[in-house]
């Protein structure tokens, strides 16, 4: 699949009792064709004629418009809106925290497309971990001071859109947490997702 765009496939079809002598598609994009006659034999047979065009992920539909005229001058055209959005992937985040060991399995998906990149960022100077796995969890330990902690996750499909949870851990200090309970059982955290 080509970056940041889509190939749309049509299939054009047209009544005409009269020979036809031109059939144009113009996609709405500045491209436009006019059918071979070879096709324009198919589509005075009543065949359906597919084509294929790559769009461009836009946030405003294309116009497309199919045109014939036949051997007597007599025009129809047809026009239809194509709209071509990319969504974005869905990603969660599962969190285990036990003193200052974090257990993460990021999982992520891509309802029309894939996942090229799941990536993990630990916060600070805790490094980033690149190419992970859905489903697979990732481990990391923490510095025994403890402290409030960036978690950044970030998925991103073969299309260019990206989905990034950040979550938020407060990490115990490990004299923290055996004071607490007797021994590092934990923290807390908050979750907040943008796209």
């Known amino acids: 699949m080509l970056w940041g765009a889509r190939r749309v496939t049509i299939g054009l079809s047209a ?5 036809l002598d031109l059939a144009r598609v113009t996609w709405g994009d500045g491209d436009r064709m006019e059918l071979p006659r070879d096709q324009l034999a198919l589509l005075q047979a009543g065949a359906v004629v597919p084509l294929s065009h790559v769009y461009g992920i836009a946030a405003q539909p294309y116009l497309l418009q199919f045109t014939v005229i036949d051997t007597d001058g007599q025009q129809a055209t047809a026009t239809v ?6 969504q974005p992937p869905l990603l ?3 969190v285990e925290i036990e003193g200052q060991w974090v257990t993460v399995t990021p999982t992520a998906s ?3 497309g894939i996942i090229i990149d799941l990536s993990l960022f630990w916060g600070g100077r805790e490094g980033v971990v690149h190419g992970a796995v859905s489903g697979q969890p990732l481990t990391h330990q923490y510095p025994d001071e403890g402290g409030l902690w960036p978690l950044l996750a970030t998925a991103t499909d073969d299309e260019g859109a990206s ?3 950040r979550q938020y851990l407060t990490i115990l200090s490990a004299e923290e947490a055996t004071a607490r309970w007797g021994i590092s059982p934990g923290a807390r955290s908050r979750e907040r997702t943008t796209e």
């Open 110 to 112: 891509d309802p029309d």
């Open 92 to 94: 969660t985040l599962q």
């Open 163 to 165: 989905t990034v949870v």
């Open 15 to 19: 009544h005409a009792p009269v020979p």
């Open 81 to 86: 809106n194509v709209l071509i959005r990319n």
